[in-house]
């Protein structure tokens, strides 16, 4: 297994990420609080930014939407757990089964009616929208109100229940994101990996090469909101609240993809480089900000939109591309090119 | 209920409704012409309704009678977005536009939030408590200044697009971009031309609009998906499709909002356009896509 | 034996326009057919309801004795019949192998024998050297033959070419002959082709069907075909003689 995984991966990638992930491990015993939100932000968005990625990246399926999974996987799990006193664990099977029944069903209509490209995007922001105006109204968890978590001083950590310190949070989230990471990596050198990336670059030369789009797309789709769903567990146990319109809201979709997209859409790197640029430009814009005592409400995310606006005129395939291309990378079997 | 009431909430809907199609309108000359989906244009009706509510608060001018030059300073902003920000982009995948124009919107919310604050604002006119009895209706005066001016603003653009040269020269880009090309029209200046009279467009929409509900900078997000989901129902590329969807959606959430509750206004906005995308994909006056 | 694919008295109209109108024929295990004719002919029409894309009106296809009428194209892809389109549509953003990848891995699970293939497959059609090269970066003839390459890796029992020759400089129509004839007679690959291009028509060919507005108006050997009054009347003219 091991040997497959590292197979055709240049050396020094592999001790580059070998250092990486030893620094990642010892990081809590040397960070602050402070530093230790930023990584598990980071973190967050590298695995979401990976999930999505799946569908649109590697199946050129344009979701707008993934909200909706994060939301279902967060809701499903917290609600187990207040209501019945459900592990998060035992609750996290559960909450995949019904956000890939939600793909499913919107992928079912999407590509069943022929809906595509923008059109197939506005259709999962409705989607999200609908489960937004139904969590609002759902009184089993608390509606518009909000749906709130225990919160008590734990003195020791509770993996089981995922109580607990930032330091154990952030080892989720870590594991969580090496687990996509590997995932994403054997999906896209797999068979289906070939497939998805011949429907993304031309459905019908794909058709015609035998693939059965319709399934490939699904799968895609259920992957893809199946994994984040698992984000949605760790946003719920994670912050102890839910507000149907914070959780729902359209700007937590477009904030989970622009990780993806200003990194490199389509590749592995891509999600995770766009991931530390975007928290780390966001915090570093915050403390600039306040080392000037300049801090009005939106100063912060207009000096985020124009970097995001530099970014995206300044590298039209995103960082990781040219990235590769410097590092020399080009000919891995990353798939850079878009 | 006494169907006097439904009937009022109804026009009520539909005077909305045409403002709601005014500045779908824009959306779809845009997409109609460019062919780039502008993820920024509720955030460009909020900056002209902020425009209309500073003009007012300062120098007492109805937002009626600044329609003009505010539509005037959105073309301006939509011409110079399209030339500047949105050419090198023309050919870049969806995507890649999408996140162009996210920066751009998330740059305008947060612009206004500096500029304004987040407290909700509006304009009261001398006119705002007016109404029209006609039997046993009861309309809104604002609302029926408001239906009639998104009229005639429409008829103008329509008119344009009808008569003048240079709407035949944009019609003729979008059909055959190749074709005006090889006939010499210089496609960038006519591409910047459309964007920003759709700019225009939202820009009177939200001159109007500014009499009927209040202002806040978070609206701009919920006013672009309105927008896609009348465009998409009256049908991408239709200017009449738009107008239409627009009354379509201002009625239905008027009507949703007196039978359920306010807060479920948008989800039958959201379920007709998911039925439309399903069953009826080129929207109601839409042509069949290609 | 039967024929590989039988075409019977199949029509097909778009919006009343009558695109293709009756037409039978048989194409033998092991053969380069060709089907030739003006354009408009209702050539391409006929390829796209082979291929699954179009449904006809009317008349039946069989191949290797099923009906396969009215199957989608990935359906027909796996039947056996591999087929190239006439504007070549490479998947731009994958390398070279990597296109043929695709098709490799339809009859093989695992990647490692799809990648073998795929180099086999890419060696034949000489674009071995090219294989890290994106799609999208490769001229013209390279993309022709990447696109037979992609095909041919599905392993099909039938071989559908839509004008491959076409925009081919005359050395470039040459190398691709060879390669076909090469393939067919090595592997015994059954090969139907719309050519445009009479000279590779005639090398290639052992039989050919001419189309005109639609309807079948020869069929037979080559030599025989383009003497055929009915053909240079209304086809060939008096260029081709």
């Excluded at chain 3, 559908?160 to 090469?182: F, H, N, Q, Y």
Aim: charged share 15%; hydrophobic share 55%.
């Amino acid at each position: 297994m091991m040997g497959r995984l590292t197979q055709g991966v240049p050396r020094r990638i592999l001790i580059a990420l070998a250092v990486l992930l030893a620094v990642l491990l010892l990081a809590p015993w040397v960070a602050n609080d402070y530093v230790l939100t930023v990584l598990i932000l980071i973190l967050y968005f590298a695995y979401t930014g990976q999930a999505w990625n799946i569908m649109m990246g590697f199946a050129g399926q344009l979701s707008l939407g993934h909200a909706l999974y994060v939301g279902l996987g967060a809701y499903t799990t917290a609600a187990l757990y207040v209501h019945f006193g459900v592990s998060p664990w035992l609750g996290l099977p559960v909450a995949i089964v019904i956000a890939a029944m939600a793909g499913a069903f919107i992928g079912y209509l999407a590509f069943r009616f022929g809906v595509t490209g923008v059109y197939f995007a506005i259709l999962t922001i409705a989607f999200c929208e609908f489960a937004r105006i139904g969590f609002d109204h759902f009184r089993w968890v608390s509606g518009s109100s909000g749906f709130f978590l225990p919160v008590a001083n734990y003195t020791r950590n509770d993996l089981w229940n995922l109580r607990g310190s930032p330091a154990m949070f952030y080892y989720v989230m870590l594991a969580l994101t090496v687990v996509a990471f590997l995932i994403c990596h054997w999906l896209l050198r797999s068979r289906i990996g070939y497939f998805w990336q011949a429907i993304r670059e031309d459905e019908m030369a794909a058709k015609t090469l035998g693939i059965d789009t319709f399934r490939y797309k699904m799968i895609a789709v259920v992957i893809s909101a199946s994994m984040t769903s698992v984000a949605g567990m760790f946003f719920a146990f994670y912050y102890n609240n839910l507000f149907p319109e914070q959780v729902f809201h359209i700007s937590r979709s477009i904030e989970l993809i622009l990780g993806p997209i200003i990194g490199g859409i389509g590749t592995l790197f891509g999600p995770i480089i766009g991931a530390i640029v975007l928290t780390g430009l966001a915090e570093s814009i915050f403390e600039l900000l306040s080392a000037l005592g300049w801090t009005p409400p939106g100063a912060r995310q207009v000096f985020y939109g124009v970097c995001l606006l530099i970014v995206v005129m300044l590298l039209p395939d995103g960082i990781w591309p040219p990235l590769a291309r410097k590092l020399g990378l080009d000919k891995s079997r990353d798939k850079t090119e878009r | 209920m006494p169907a006097e009431i439904y009937l009022n909430v109804a026009i009520s809907g539909l005077l909305t409704g045409l403002v709601y199609g005014l500045m779908a309108l824009g959306l779809s000359v845009i997409f109609g012409v460019v062919r780039v989906v502008n993820f920024a244009h509720g955030e460009m009706m909020t900056i002209a309704m902020y425009l209309a509510v500073a003009l007012f608060a300062s120098f007492k001018l109805d937002p009626l009678l600044m329609l003009l030059p505010i539509a005037g300073v959105l073309f301006l902003l939509g011409y110079a977005m399209q030339n500047w920000l949105i050419t090198p982009f023309i050919n870049r995948p969806e995507h890649a536009q999408f996140m162009l124009l996210i920066a751009v919107a998330i740059i305008m919310v947060n612009g206004l939030l500096i500029v304004f604050g987040p407290d909700a604002q509006n304009v009261q006119t001398s006119y705002s408590f007016d109404s029209f009895a006609i039997g046993p209706l009861i309309i809104d005066a604002t609302k029926v200044y408001a239906g009639l001016a998104a009229i005639v603003v429409a008829a103008a653009l329509f008119a344009f697009f009808k008569f003048s040269l240079t709407g035949k020269a944009i019609r003729a880009c979008a059909d055959n971009y190749t074709g005006a090309l090889v006939v010499g029209l210089d496609v960038r200046r006519l591409y910047a031309l459309t964007f920003g009279l759709g700019a225009a467009c939202v820009g009177a929409a939200g001159a109007i609009l500014v009499l009927i509900i209040d202002v806040t900078p978070p609206l701009g997000p919920a006013f672009t998906l309105l927008a896609f989901i009348i465009v998409i129902v009256g049908g991408l590329g239709s200017m009449p499709g738009a107008l239409l969807g627009g009354v379509l959606i201002g009625v239905t959430e008027a009507l949703a909002g007196l039978l359920f509750t306010p807060s479920a206004k948008s989800m039958f906005a959201f379920a007709i356009l998911v039925l439309v995308l399903l069953f009826r994909p080129e929207g109601i006056m839409g042509k069949r896509a290609s | 034996m039967a024929a590989l694919l039988e075409v019977a008295n199949v029509s097909k109209n778009f919006s009343g326009l009558r695109a293709v109108s009756d037409v039978t024929f048989a194409v033998p295990r092991g053969v380069i057919f060709a089907v030739i004719g003006p354009n408009g002919a209702g050539k391409t029409t006929l390829f796209n309801m082979i291929a699954g894309v179009f449904r006809p009106n009317a008349g039946t296809i069989v191949f290797d004795g099923e009906r396969i009428d009215g199957e989608p194209p990935e359906q027909v892809c796996r039947r056996g019949i591999g087929r190239t389109f006439q504007l070549v549509r490479p998947f731009s953003g994958l390398s070279v192998e990597d296109n043929v990848m695709v098709g490799a891995l339809h009859r093989r699970h695992d990647v490692t024998a799809a990648r073998a293939h795929a180099r086999d497959v890419l060696a034949r059609l000489d674009l071995f050297d090219k294989r890290e090269q994106p799609a999208g970066s490769l001229t013209l003839p390279d993309r022709k033959r990447l696109e037979v390459a992609r095909a041919l890796a599905t392993d099909p029992k039938l071989l559908l070419l839509d004008e491959v020759m076409a925009g081919l400089r005359p050395t470039e129509t040459d190398r691709m002959v060879d390669i076909l004839t090469r393939i067919n007679r090595e592997s015994g690959l059954t090969i139907l082709l719309i050519e445009h291009v009479m000279r590779a028509v005639m090398s290639l060919a052992s039989r050919v069907l001419v189309l005109h507005h639609g309807a079948a108006i020869a069929e037979g050997t080559p030599q025989a075909v383009v003497r055929d009054p009915a053909v240079v009347e209304s086809y060939l003219g008096a260029e081709a003689l």
